[in-house]
């Protein structure tokens, strides 16, 4: 029997042993992105964060469903239809920004070697006349007393929601000293917020009962939610800035409407830049598209989130990735030593030390069973990796070692099959080629003058006793 995966829940504010509902299955909602922008690194890192997680439940047997949701219209994607798009029909124009953007989204997340979802549903698809299943939703919400119209908007009752603020741990009353009716809007009371919004003038809007609209944002999710995965399903997962108020009141309003709904919750630490929250006002924004242009290799960002756990907070510097690259180009070269001496080798090595890379997965797993301990889980591969090292001239030994190191990152995502010398440009790789030719020949002189002017490019070659050349970068 395998270890049980323990995890932190946002709910409870514990480390709990995960039970599903169903024995070796995981049902598993996750906020996706709401598509008016080029998506950057802080959405990389949450695509990531819960691929891994998901990943790992299927290391473990687990049969997973994972959905994540598209947000395809709201205020955000209004206001870039208005920009991009002016003088254009605004429906046209809405729909020509999420398609525009999604794709872009899912460009970047195929770049980065992250699977798709089982099934990503989109906010319009839920408000058609063919599948009105949000107004539907609210017109129970109504039924039960838990939500009002007022003047074409519906709104939800806060006073009628069991336990308002368990997730976010925040007092009802804390809440609405704070809180404020904003113009414009017809509710009751100031933590009320907006199922339905009454249809303005030239924006997109769908039929309902109540008039002309479309949704709120925090609908979507419990609709969309329960209409695949049912009303009560093990893990709802999202960004730290999520838990209130739209987590919050995706509770509210699931429960309110008699739903179970999400057991786990999980929410991720937010990524900053030097310090400073990511903003195109502070010169800071890093696009996904952006970060693989300047450093070609998705493994490399992958390195440097799993350097945090994913729960805290992560600063991105040029500095970090710099040495998330360093620490790939260790496996890098390990991976370039094994393809070289299994090819040295004309029997099989007999070996002692199989069990110490058992060990070795045996740390890997018992970190990530731990409410996915990626840092710790990373430093277990690292020790495989040094091990490899002292034992390279073994070949049982060592092909062990690279099938299970390629287990073990692919299990978090990475894909070391296209690690190696590739990684060096071009004019690098000749260059190597050039000197390994000039010593056949005897020519010295060259191949001095090559290492040098490579050593100046911070590459350091290292000539095995074999006539091979290695390489490391200069630290």
């Known amino acids: 029997m395998t270890n049980p995966i323990h995890i932190y829940n946002s709910l409870t504010r514990k480390n709990e042993v995960f039970v599903p509902i169903e024995p070796q299955k995981v049902k598993m909602y996750v906020c996706g992105p709401t598509v008016y922008d080029e998506p950057h690194i802080g959405h990389a890192r949450s695509a990531y964060i819960f691929d891994v997680i998901r990943r790992y439940f299927a290391y473990k047997n687990y049969k997973v469903t994972f959905v994540r949701n598209v947000t395809d219209v709201d205020d955000k994607i209004i206001e870039k239809a208005r920009k991009e798009y002016p003088g254009e029909d605004l429906n046209l124009a809405v729909k020509k920004v999420?398609?525009?953007?999604?794709?872009?989204?899912?460009?970047?997340?195929?770049?980065?070697?992250?699977?798709?979802?089982?099934?990503?549903?989109?906010?319009?698809?839920?408000?058609?006349?063919k599948k009105p299943a949000m107004q539907a939703f609210i017109q129970k919400l109504i039924d039960c007393g838990a939500a009002y119209v007022s003047g074409g908007d519906v709104y939800f009752d806060i006073k009628k929601a069991k336990d308002y603020g368990k997730l976010s741990h925040q007092s009802i009353d804390k809440m609405e000293s704070g809180a404020r009716v904003s113009p414009g809007e017809k509710k009751n009371d100031p933590l009320d917020f907006a199922l339905w919004k009454a249809a303005k003038e030239g924006?997109?809007?769908?039929?309902?009962?109540?008039?002309?609209?479309?949704?709120?944002?925090?609908?979507?999710?419990?609709?969309?939610?329960?209409?695949?995965?049912?009303?009560?399903?093990?893990?709802?997962?999202g960004g730290l800035d999520l838990i209130f108020p739209h987590h919050e009141n995706e509770i509210a309003q699931s429960e309110g409407a008699g739903k179970k709904f999400a057991r786990v919750w999980m929410h991720h630490g937010l990524l900053t830049i030097n310090g400073q929250k990511m903003a195109k006002s502070l010169g800071n924004f890093v696009t996904i598209k952006d970060f693989l242009t300047r450093h070609k290799d998705a493994d490399v960002l992958k390195l440097f989130f799993l350097s945090a756990h994913y729960s805290h907070p992560i600063d991105y510097s040029e500095e970090k990735i710099e040495e998330s690259r360093q620490a790939l180009e260790r496996i890098s070269i390990l991976i370039n030593k094994i393809h070289s001496n299994l090819s040295k080798f004309e029997h099989q090595v007999t070996t002692n030390q199989i069990d110490d890379i058992e060990n070795i997965k045996n740390k890997f797993e018992k970190s990530?069973?731990?409410?996915?301990?990626?840092?710790?889980?990373?430093?277990?591969?690292?020790?495989?990796?040094?091990?490899?090292?002292?034992?390279?001239?073994?070949?049982?030994?060592?092909?062990?070692?690279?099938?299970?190191?390629?287990?073990?990152?692919?299990?978090?995502?990475?894909?070391?099959?296209?690690?190696?010398?590739?990684?060096?440009?071009?004019?690098?790789?000749?260059?190597?080629?050039?000197r390994e030719k000039a010593r056949q020949e005897k020519n010295f002189v060259l191949s001095d003058k090559i290492r040098k002017e490579l050593e100046g490019q911070n590459i350091i070659l290292e000539d095995t006793k074999d006539g091979k050349t290695t390489w490391r970068r200069k630290p």
Not at 98 to 122: C, M, R, W
Not at 217 to 222: A, D, K, R, T
């Open 98 to 129: 999420s398609d525009k953007y999604l794709a872009s989204y899912h460009e970047a997340v195929e770049q980065l070697g992250i699977l798709k979802p089982d099934f990503e549903p989109k906010a319009t698809e839920y408000v058609s006349p």
């Open 203 to 237: 924006e997109p809007s769908w039929d309902s009962q109540w008039g002309a609209g479309r949704p709120g944002w925090h609908i979507e999710c419990s609709v969309m939610s329960s209409d695949i995965l049912g009303d009560e399903f093990d893990i709802h997962g």
């Open 368 to 434: 990530m069973d731990d409410d996915f301990n990626t840092p710790q889980a990373l430093a277990a591969i690292f020790d495989l990796v040094n091990i490899a090292n002292k034992n390279i001239d073994d070949l049982d030994f060592i092909r062990h070692a690279e099938y299970t190191l390629k287990e073990l990152s692919g299990t978090l995502g990475m894909n070391l099959t296209k690690i190696g010398v590739a990684n060096l440009d071009e004019h690098i790789l000749s260059m190597i080629f050039k």
